[in-house]
């Protein structure tokens, strides 16, 4: 069916239109890199909340080498740690604070350095750090290098914790 001239140009410029709208949306900026390691950071302990070892496991790298308790493991020995961990149930909330990332170099960065505090608390209502009765939690500093994998995914490919003082950090004296 031909359109009248003047339905053409409104339906030319309605579809030159949607292009620009299709371009500046599809090559906007995405998130920062630090801001992608933070939220991944945090879906991986929203997952461990939620015991689901398929979701922690998704920020560890099939490259992963680390440190685990003063023995180098890779990813089998990680997810087996975890499963544990999980499963004996002797916290149900994480707490993430004091997440540094340091960004490798170059414009477009595809590692970074990130050290955080991680606090394993159990308890009923615990909202914030202040709700955490020190007795009843365990604090980790982890030190660990990630990289971008699979595009923009950015997973663990080391890692290390050691144990910390929680009443530091949750402002216990």
């Given at each position: ?52 070892l398929?979701g ?8 992963f ?19 544990l ?89």
């Open positions: 069916m031909d359109l009248p001239s003047g339905r053409k140009s409104i339906a030319a410029l309605a579809l030159a239109g949607a292009v620009v709208v299709i371009v500046v949306f599809a090559t906007r900026p995405t998130e920062k890199p630090t801001e992608q390691i933070k939220a991944a950071l945090s879906e991986a302990a929203r997952a461990a909340e939620n015991q689901d398929g922690v496991m998704e920020i560890v790298s099939q490259d080498r680390g440190d685990l308790g003063g023995e180098q493991a890779g990813r089998s020995a990680v997810q087996g740690f975890l499963f961990q999980l499963r004996r149930g002797a916290w149900n909330k994480v707490f993430l604070t004091d997440v540094d990332v340091e960004l490798g170099p170059g414009p477009d960065v595809t590692s970074a350095d990130v050290t955080a505090h991680v606090v394993l608390a159990s308890g009923a209502n615990l909202k914030t750090l202040a709700d955490v009765v020190p007795e009843r939690a365990g604090t980790y500093k982890i030190t660990m290098t990630m990289q971008k994998e699979d595009g923009d995914e950015w997973r663990a490919t080391s890692a290390k914790y050691t144990a910390t003082d929680v009443k530091s950090l949750i402002g216990v004296p």
